[in-house]
């Protein structure tokens, strides 16, 4: 019989393309939004308001595997107080809702994937790279991370596989990162964010799905895995290897730091920042990234 896996936040970036790949291995697709939606053939919508602490429960009963990315934007806003608990908390309330949903019916997943992020290493530019084993950052985006995966560690309690996919930076053609950055390359004008020295740990949406998809089809995977390319990829290279991509000239001037702090606030540590993190877990598992050259994966995206 096919098998469902309902996705967290499915609508967005990383759920839409994730969608395909799952309905291509086979699988049937349901979707957890805060949006009503009309289904499709091949995607069933359930609805959720977390302000309400509402859920459809027929979302979690009809799945035998659950993917969460649900989340509001990490740096779509300055980072208030406000903002700050939003951003943790649209991450945490939906575990909460689900574990809710399984305890109530003693409903067993085949396994429960969650998105989490390299961030959880903390926001500093070191050229040590980053392990699954090591002491998460106490800075906001660590101790999110933290939020993010202590909560799916209780839906590990009820004997249910869990893992924990942290994400660099997600490459896609006009998604995500690129979409942000694109546009002002286009026009002639890039920059390199602060000293450009900070690396800046990326993967290719493909090889990303790809690694969500081995986490429902292979037992083996559980507990926390990097997925990100292990390479000297810095916020400068990145910036110069995207220029290169255009027929003309492309102004590349370097944006100060304290500049940055002062628009972005405290939210600037995402970019002013970045480490290396090593993805040799999860190649240890028998995972092949595709996209490993930073400058082949733009010409993909840019294509
Ligand atoms: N893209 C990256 O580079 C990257 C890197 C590292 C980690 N991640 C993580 O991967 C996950 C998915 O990323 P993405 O790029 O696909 O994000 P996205 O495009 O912003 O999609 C996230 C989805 O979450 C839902 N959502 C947003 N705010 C919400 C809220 N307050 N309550 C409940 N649901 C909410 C939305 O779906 P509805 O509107 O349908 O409810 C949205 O489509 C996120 O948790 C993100 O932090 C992404």
Redesign the pocket.
């Known amino acids: 019989m096919t098998q469902n896996v309902l996705i967290t936040?499915g609508?967005?970036?990383?759920?839409k393309h994730l969608t395909d790949v799952l309905l291509e291995a086979g699988f049937s697709v349901s979707i957890l939004?805060?949006?009503t939606k009309e289904n499709l053939p091949v995607i069933t919508y359930y609805k959720w308001d977390?302000n309400k602490n509402f859920i459809d429960e027929n979302a979690v009963l009809n799945a035998d595997y659950i993917i969460h990315?649900?989340?509001?934007?990490?740096v779509e806003k300055r980072w208030s107080k406000k903002r700050k608990k939003?951003i943790v908390e649209?991450?945490v309330k939906?575990i909460d809702l689900i574990f809710s949903v399984l305890e109530k019916h003693n409903k067993k997943l085949e396994a429960f994937v969650s998105?989490s992020?390299i961030g959880i290493y903390g926001a500093i530019t070191s050229h040590k790279i980053c392990t699954e084993d090591m002491t998460p950052s106490d800075d906001f985006l660590g101790t999110t991370c933290q939020k993010w995966e202590s909560a799916v560690d209780k839906i590990g309690a009820l004997g249910i596989r869990t893992v924990k996919i942290r994400?660099?930076?997600?490459l896609g053609k006009n998604e995500?990162?690129l979409k942000k950055l694109v546009p002002s390359f286009k026009s002639g004008f890039g920059a390199i964010l602060g000293l450009g020295k900070q690396y800046l740990p990326w993967i290719h949406i493909d090889d990303l799905c790809r690694i969500y998809l081995k986490s429902i089809e292979d037992q083996e995977l559980e507990g926390p895995y990097n997925a990100c390319i292990t390479d000297n990829t810095t916020n400068g290279r990145f910036s110069k290897t995207l220029a290169k991509q255009f027929d003309y000239a492309i102004w590349l001037p370097k944006i100060p730091p304290f500049f940055l702090k002062l628009v972005l606030g405290e939210m600037s540590e995402v970019i002013l920042t970045g480490q290396r993190a090593s993805s040799e877990k999860i190649q240890k598992t028998g995972f092949e990234f595709q996209f490993t050259d930073l400058e082949k994966t733009l010409i993909n995206c840019l294509k």
């Open positions: 936040g609508s967005g970036f990383i759920g939004s805060r949006a977390l990315l649900a989340g509001e934007g990490i939003a649209s991450r939906p998105a992020g994400t660099g930076i997600v995500g990162f």
